[in-house]
């Protein structure tokens, strides 16, 4: 069953970094995985090294842009931020995301009930 | 940390292969620039642990913890960024060769295989590419050379000398022009006896225009090339060895070539050529009797493009000084044309081209033929793994790794084939030049480079990608594509809709073996045709070698006339020797064609007819096994004080005077200057010229004039003897060197069978028939070896459901049609197709080989019936089994 839930969050990462730089705007990698881990109350991610790979994947489907910048603190570090094409998924996956939960959730409302 | 293939998610846009290949590319780059990424990271995550109070070790050691260590990530990005990492390539590496050692009888016919069908691709493109492409051994940037001569129609040859100059004053286009005269000298040093080498004649310019220095010694000067200036010569590195066994003070020497005292000033380097397998070279002194306009002593011009001139513009500016040439001097330019072709338009012939094309794509052919076959053996074996493929899955490989598993055992094993293929054809390029630089042969092969270099291994490197991306792609994507819980539960058993693609593939297999049958059939039976090709002449028994006499100390015709008769005289005193002949061309060779009117015949016209002429000796007719039908042989009588005579063949009658007595007419040549008639005094049987190749074998209308009447600077001596080569050659030489010590044989002895085999074109339709039949052979066995093993898998497959409808009372019949209908509509459908491709290709073929028909039914019918015999017993050898499989014992093992 580990398997499955490893699954289900590979797919989920992505969706939740495009999430995270559509609401947050521009982002170190460190800012968005602080950020996910808060939003979700710091027990979905084993590791943040995961994101970086979530981050080439959107970078490469070109979904988010990176570039090296300053932040407030005045320090160095890669800033990654959605694209058009990247807002135009997001929507896309939200909404795919959103009836396939409650297909799920109907489905599996029964059995949990008895 | 491992991968599921895909996320719940729709993704639409695949990972494009670019951004990964292209990061693939750029690994060290953006290696540091992650590095860098990730040092922000750590500091960031160490910081915000500090402001929460955690000592600096415990708060770095924290930030490492959540990030899921440093090296596992970085191996992550690497992987999801990329094609491939280094180490995941290894480890798939290792990973199937493990897996090609385990099935190692597959692995090694696959092996076998690719090493033959790469060795004769590589090897066939070894000796296409040097006659197609490659030229000149040593000549750097051949395309932008260009080589110029005279052309009247579309045909001929030849510069004069003040055309050259004209031209290379003139042309704008080309940075200089150089050019050169190809002859043979006599060659002789201190008291040695003379001996006859290969030398060229060159402007002084042609080394710098092909930008190649001596090795030792200088260059040709200007001065050189002055009348009167001391003789000098440049010697090739080759004969520097073999004549002067390397030693250094060569360059001081003095030796005699023509009787001409001349001193050797340099040395080429090791390999160097032009534009033949020349000895000698020797400047181009423009003596009187070069500077007339009328006399194409010059072989041809050539000059380099100059910087950013194109082939077209030298074209165009040629025509232009071509036609201001005509108008100049029309007495002796108009009608005639300089001609510009780049090196294979000008030293290959389109014959050779198109049959070195045909034998490319019919090796070509072969390697696909091959590909399909592997591509369903490795499917085969690919299915025997969709177990194994199913539990990776399942353990979190991703499909692409498992292509990649795949491809890399394809590619494994054509790196394998690719490389003992370089082998077999380095074995088989070796043997073609021992034949090909064979002393017989009337073309010298050795201006063209037959080594296996880099641009063959680069070629068999490409066809092994290749073939590994053909036989490896599909059954790779096949088997990736499983589903995975299906085959799990199957015990992978039970896939076997790939059927369909293997039969297609037998079909596809047995067309093309098909036309390659049909097409060697074809050239096979045209290269027995010209072997039996009546030339008109016998020439077992005879040996022949070639005397030229040096224009410095013959230039006289009662010089030449008197060497020619005590030669004749001399050799005609052994007793073994039956009769000896003198002519100025052998049997096939060329005859110059000139204008002739017949009295009584072309009495109106201007110019006449076109007829070939040769000047042969009393007794040549008799010599050579031709004989005279009506008239007398030219004798003592026909020399310069006599009446002009000639004799004609029997074609010449056919042309010109059907039924009509020819003895005693006259004939008047209209091309120049002898406006003296000339009586028929005889006429004889035909004999073939001008058709080295035997490519028309048409007689033409011949004159033969007596040898007296016009000595030649050259002649071929044609001696009929039972002697062997050897001794009869021996008694020859001693009879040359005795009546002049200074003159050299200058070519042979060769016994004439050997020679007239050796020409040209005709040389050139052997080997591609041999081409062409090996590959057919190849081909009809992998085409059989395809089908053979497509039904017996088809059989094993199946074994189950035949040994129950066996069981339940199948009769024989109905299990073969089971096991052969679909293979064998392929097969009969790619015969059908075959039967259409092979009369294209002969059609193809047709147009440079003589008597290949498209519409040659026997030829066609053998070769379907060939193949179709073989496919039957392909077929029929494996379906036998599923007729003796006992089903009790096949549903007991099952």
Not at chain 1, 42 to 63: E, M, P
Not at chain 2, 763 to 770: K, L, P
Not at chain 2, 843 to 861: E, F, K, W
């Amino acid at each position: 069953m580990g398997r499955d839930k490893l699954d289900l969050l590979q797919g989920t990462l992505d969706l939740m970094v495009l999430q995270t730089l559509d609401t947050m705007g521009p982002q170190h990698g460190y800012g968005i995985a602080r950020r996910i881990e808060q939003r979700s109350g710091d027990d979905v991610l084993l590791n943040q090294g995961t994101i970086y790979a979530s981050l080439v994947r959107l970078q490469q489907r070109r979904w988010i842009a990176g570039e090296w910048g300053t932040s407030e603190a005045n320090r160095r570090a890669k800033f990654y931020s959605i694209t058009r094409a990247g807002r135009r998924q997001l929507r896309e996956q939200r909404s795919y995301w959103r009836r396939l939960t409650a297909v799920v959730g109907r489905v599996l409302a029964p059995e949990s009930s008895r | 940390m491992s991968r599921p293939p895909r996320g719940p998610l729709p993704q639409r846009r695949p990972v494009g292969l670019f951004a990964r290949l292209w990061a693939f590319l750029n690994q060290q780059r953006l290696d540091k620039d992650f590095d860098a990424e990730l040092k922000v990271h750590i500091e960031l995550a160490t910081e915000r642990h500090l402001d929460r109070g955690v000592p600096l070790s415990e708060a770095r050691r924290l930030a490492l913890v959540e990030l899921g260590g440093i090296e596992r990530t970085k191996q992550l990005h690497r992987e999801t960024r990329s094609l491939l990492s280094l180490e995941a390539l290894l480890q798939d590496g290792k990973y199937a060769c493990r897996a090609l050692i385990r099935s190692r009888r597959v692995s090694a016919t696959i092996i076998v295989t690719l090493t033959i069908c790469i060795g004769l691709n590589a090897a066939v493109f070894t000796v296409a590419n040097a006659v197609l492409f490659r030229g000149f051994r040593t000549v750097t940037q051949n395309q932008r050379i260009l080589y110029i001569d005279t052309q009247r129609d579309g045909t001929g040859c030849c510069v004069s000398y003040p055309d050259f100059e004209d031209w290379r004053r003139r042309m704008q286009s080309v940075t200089d022009l150089g050019a050169v005269a190809d002859r043979r000298v006599a060659f002789s040093e201190g008291a040695g006896p003379p001996e006859s080498h290969t030398a060229t004649l060159i402007t002084t310019n042609t080394f710098r225009l092909l930008r190649q220095s001596p090795l030792y010694g200088r260059d040709f000067d200007d001065e050189d090339a002055l009348v009167g200036a001391p003789a000098v010569a440049i010697i090739s590195y080759g004969f520097w060895q073999r004549r002067f066994e390397g030693e250094a003070a060569v360059l001081s020497r003095m030796v005699r070539i023509n009787g001409t005292p001349t001193s050797i000033i340099g040395v080429m380097p090791d390999g160097f050529l032009f534009p033949q397998n020349q000895e000698l070279w020797l400047p181009v002194v423009p003596r009187p009797e070069l500077l007339r306009r009328d006399a194409r002593n010059l072989w041809f011009a050539f000059g380099r493009l100059a910087e950013g001139a194109t082939t077209e513009r030298a074209r165009a500016e040629l025509a232009t000084i071509g036609e201001q040439l005509a108008s100049e001097y029309p007495d002796t330019n108009r009608g005639s044309q300089p001609v510009a072709r780049t090196f294979s338009a000008f030293f290959v012939s389109p014959t050779a081209t198109k049959a070195y094309t045909v034998v490319w794509t019919a090796a070509l052919l072969v390697l696909l033929i091959a590909c399909a076959n592997l591509a369903n053996l490795m499917m085969a074996r690919a299915l025997d793994r969709v177990h194994e493929m199913s539990v990776r899955a399942a353990l979190g490989a991703t499909r692409w790794r498992m292509v990649r598993q795949l491809l890399m055992e394809s590619f494994i094993l054509s790196t394998v084939g690719a490389m003992a293929g370089i082998g077999v054809a380095t074995g088989c390029i070796g043997m073609y030049e021992r034949f090909a630089n064979a002393p017989t042969l009337a073309w010298s092969e050795g201006l063209l480079n037959y080594s296996v270099d880099g641009s063959v291994i680069l070629y068999a490197c490409g066809l092994a990608v290749m073939t590994a991306l053909l036989f490896g792609v599909a059954p790779a994507l096949r088997v990736s594509s499983f589903d995975v819980h299906a085959t799990l539960k199957n015990g992978g058993r039970g896939m076997s809709p790939r059927n369909r693609l293997a039969s297609a593939l037998i079909g596809a297999e047995v067309a093309v073996a098909l036309i390659l049958l049909a097409a060697s059939g074809a050239v096979v039976q045209s290269f027995a045709h010209i072997n039996d090709a009546d030339l008109g002449v016998t020439s077992e028994g005879r040996v022949v070698f070639n005397v030229s006499l040096p224009a410095e100390r013959f230039s006289s015709a009662d010089a030449r006339l008197a060497f020619f008769e005590t030669l004749e005289k001399g050799v005609g005193m052994h007793t073994a020797l039956q009769s000896v002949a003198l002519a100025t061309s052998l049997p096939t060779g060329s005859a110059p064609r000139r204008r002739a009117v017949v009295e009584g015949v072309h009495a109106g016209e201007v110019d006449g007819p076109v007829v070939a002429t040769l000047t042969v000796s009393p007794h040549y007719f008799r010599t050579v096994g031709a004989s005279l039908i009506a008239g007398r042989d030219f004798d003592a009588r026909d020399d310069g004080r006599g009446v002009p005579v000639a004799i004609v063949n029997e074609r010449f009658i056919d042309e010109f005077l059907p039924g009509r007595d020819a003895v005693g007419r006259s004939i008047l040549f209209r091309d120049g200057n002898t406006d003296s008639l000339i009586t028929i005094v005889g006429v004889a049987s035909n004999v073939l010229q001008n058709d080295p190749n035997r490519a028309r074998q048409r007689f033409e209308p011949m004159i033969y004039l007596p040898l007296r009447q016009a000595p030649p600077q050259s002649a071929w001596v044609i001696v009929r003897t039972d002697l062997p080569l050897s001794v009869a050659a021996e008694r020859l030489r001693r009879d040359v060197h005795a009546i002049d010590p200074e003159l050299p044989i200058w070519n042979g002895p060769f016994e004439l069978t050997e020679r007239l085999n050796g020409s040209g074109g005709y040389w050139q339709v052997g080997i591609n028939a041999s081409l062409l039949a090996i590959s057919a052979a190849v081909a009809t066995l992998l085409a059989a070896i395809g089908v053979y093993a497509v039904i017996s898998h088809r059989v094993g497959a199946r074994i189950q459901e035949i040994a129950i409808r066996i069981a339940l009372g199948g009769t024989g019949r109905q299990i073969l049609l089971l096991v052969l209908r679909q293979t064998g509509i392929y097969v009969v459908v790619g015969l059908l197709c075959g039967v259409v491709g092979s009369i294209a290709a002969l059609r193809l073929i047709g147009s440079y080989v003589l008597g290949v028909h498209p519409m040659d039914v026997p030829t066609l019918a053998a070769a379907a019936l060939v193949l179709g015999t073989v496919a039957v017993v392909a077929c029929v050898v494996p379906a036998r089994r599923a007729l003796r499989v006992v089903p009790l014992d096949v549903l007991r093992t099952a």
